[in-house]
């Protein structure tokens, strides 16, 4: 909470306040919001779906939506994706999941997530060609952060090979051969250099092989399913900054441009630089959709993104969490 408020301090403290009131609070404006605000129920609502599709629906609708909302809330004080799955371990074994069954759950929603997030850059590139990686660089508005973007690239790509290495070896233990990579998994773990994380490479290799067992036992349909709820609740995240900047702009921006950067955003908040991305997506989204609004008024528009996107989380889990206890005690 205390980088939060520093954030927004560091964006807000050169704006004057009389620029708020060059913004139009009509009409226009308003639908915008509401349906960025769709966009945030939407990226949640196609998650519950999953995880009602996961667990076969032996968890309520209700229930799952407090896992979802939770376990993104972990998401958002950890750094990258480090307290999510941890707090969904936690929430399913008390949901009655077994720990096995649990295991299977978070790793082929990592798997799922990680498809969409391979697939998107390809597609994008052939949508859009060389056009992707040609960042505007001549907003005024955020100079020094400007000055940047050349060398987002470079990561954005960098980041991008070393997940799709992860991801290749990650189908490779749940769809080919799981006892291989579990006994790499061991070998590893031998090593005098790592020897440290032992433990947790033992347990790696044993949550391969149990969700192994668990992925090759789903049908077809499930995996459709199951990837167009994930590539759904990713789109809702990105076009809800579509929206957003469409609500300062009153017109409608470039959907798929303003797509290809949030995925450069995204890709920048994977890093594990600071909880929930925070900062990192603040000084992505200044620089690089900057261009789109008149001046002044992307630091607005960043603030009511990321509250949609990240701070709604912070406030709901600090909600959800003694409810959730309480049910729990019962």
Known sequence: MLLSIAIVYFILKDVPFSLIATIKFDFVFFIFILLAMLMAVLRDANYV??????TEKKITFFKSTQII???EFASSITPSAFGGPLAA?????????TLGKSTSIVLI?????????????PVLYLILGSKLFILNTDCIENAELVKLVPYLKNIVLGVYLFLLIVYVVL???????AKSLRHAYHILAKLPIINRWKDSLYKAGDDILLASNEAKTKSISFWIKAF???FLSWSARYILAFFVIAAMMHSMPDLIDVYGKLYFI???????????????AELSFLALLCSYMPFGLTKIATLIWRFLSYHIYLILGVILIPIYIKNQDK
């Open 266 to 280: 995204r890709t920048l908040s994977i890093l594990p630089l600071s909880p929930g991305g925070i900062g990192v």
């Open 109 to 121: 929603t990592a798997f799922l997530d990680e498809l969409v997030f391979i697939i998107v850059l």
């Open 89 to 97: 371990l936690y929430l399913l074994k008390k949901e009655k999941i």
């Open 69 to 71: 909302l939770l376990w």
């Open 228 to 230: 167009s709820y994930t």
């Open 171 to 177: 189908f490779y233990g749940l769809f080919i051969n």
């Open 49 to 54: 779906m999953r995880l009602r599709l996961l």
